[in-house]
């Protein structure tokens, strides 16, 4: 079955603390990118990648990070998580680009007290 | 900055009728639209894509149009049902392998 997987699906954690959220896909897409979720603002890309070791910033990028090591995965990495990175957090992925039907993994509810 | 813009409040409508969104953008031109269902708790899916070339596309009950002098893209589910009650979410593309910008979509509730 054709997917986006995320682990873990609910983190709680503590200031500083870092942390890796996971991301994979099994439809060899090219396009893969992480988005945080927040009432009212929507979903908000932090990065994206176009291919293994090509990544670039979304609109909020700050306190991420990401690597793309090979085509299937893209973990989404926070070295020192604070409070105002609470948030539901989403991994993407589609054929060739942002232009393309995005398929998105099942979220991951992050808190950080 | 970029922006796509969506109405913030929920569009309550009867079952059958014809429910009608709106994403308007601002500071940009996308190439490409593409319009999401998000149910409570889980990712968005894909619905719709649209390109600029194109006035219109359907796809069963749901109808797209983008109007590039409005900057307007007008998101319709005809025959509306209870089931099609959840968050709408409208994203445009300047194209390419770009950045995507969501907007921060429109709950619709169909009652019976």
């Known amino acids: 079955e054709a997917q986006v997987t995320q682990n873990p699906r609910y983190l709680i954690t503590v200031t500083g603390k870092k942390l890796t959220v996971t991301c994979s896909q099994n439809m060899n897409h090219e396009y893969m990118s992480w988005y945080r979720q927040d009432p009212g603002l929507g979903l908000r890309q932090i990065y994206y990648s176009m291919n293994v070791e090509v990544t670039d910033k979304g609109d909020v990028p700050e306190g991420y990070k990401v690597s793309r090591k090979e085509k299937r995965n893209f973990p989404l990495i926070l070295e020192s998580p604070s409070p105002n990175q609470t948030s539901l957090y989403f991994c993407?992925?589609?054929?060739?680009?942002?232009?393309?039907?995005?398929?998105f993994g099942p979220g991951t509810r992050l808190t950080v007290t | 900055s970029q922006k796509i813009e969506q109405n913030s409040e929920a569009l309550n409508i009867q079952e059958g009728k014809t429910a009608t969104l709106t994403c308007n953008y601002t500071n940009y031109s996308p190439a490409y639209l593409q319009w999401y269902r998000q149910d409570p708790g889980r990712g968005p899916v894909f619905l719709l894509l649209?390109?600029?070339?194109?006035k219109e596309k359907r796809k069963e009950r749901l109808k797209v149009t983008f109007d590039t002098t409005l900057k307007q893209s007008l998101f319709h589910i005809t025959a509306s049902q209870p089931a099609d009650s959840a968050t709408y979410l409208c994203?445009?593309?300047?194209?390419?392998?770009?950045?995507?910008?969501f907007g921060a979509g429109t709950r619709l509730a169909v009652h019976p």
């Open positions: 649209i390109r600029e070339n194109e």
């Open positions: 994203a445009g593309s300047p194209g390419g392998y770009n950045k995507l910008i």
């Open positions: 993407a992925s589609s054929k060739t680009g942002g232009s393309y039907e995005q398929y």
